[in-house]
């Protein structure tokens, strides 16, 4: 038996692809980041003159998540920042540090004439 009622088309409604639009729009805003994103050089190497080093202050930094030690001796990042000047820095990372916090520490010794900064493996 055939229906024999005739083909009635009903109008679109916009109203739930402008929800989904909206709750995508949402979605997108809250999972995505608003911060900007430093650049810091890492590469520092300079060309070798053959001649003994001069003595040279050395410092020894463990930096990790929550720790920070400068020559085995707990501290914080100001005091590192107020107490090196010159010399050369040896950063050995721990295996919870994070980018960040790496590039807190070395964004507060960057500005230092005659301090190098050597991170290691």
């Known amino acids: 038996m055939r229906n024999l009622a005739p083909f009635v088309r009903r ?3 916009l109203t739930p692809l ?6 995508l729009l ?19 190497a300079r060309k ?4 003994p080093v001069a003595d040279v202050e ?8 929550e720790r920070l030690t400068l020559n085995g001796q707990p501290t914080t990042l100001k005091d590192i920042a107020a ?9 050995s990372l721990d295996a919870d540090t994070t980018a960040q916090r790496l590039v807190d520490f ?4 960057r500005p230092r004439d005659g301090l190098a900064v050597l991170v290691l493996e």
């Open 26 to 44: 949402l979605f997108f805003m809250l999972t995505s980041t608003f911060s900007t994103f430093g650049e810091i050089e890492l590469s520092s």
């Open 48 to 51: 070798g003159s053959g001649e």
């Open 11 to 13: 109008p679109l409604t």
């Open 18 to 23: 402008i929800d989904v639009i909206f709750l």
């Open 106 to 109: 070395l964004h507060l010794m």
């Open 58 to 65: 050395r410092y020894f930094v463990q930096l990790g998540a």
């Open 83 to 91: 107490t090196i000047e010159t010399g050369q820095i040896l950063v």
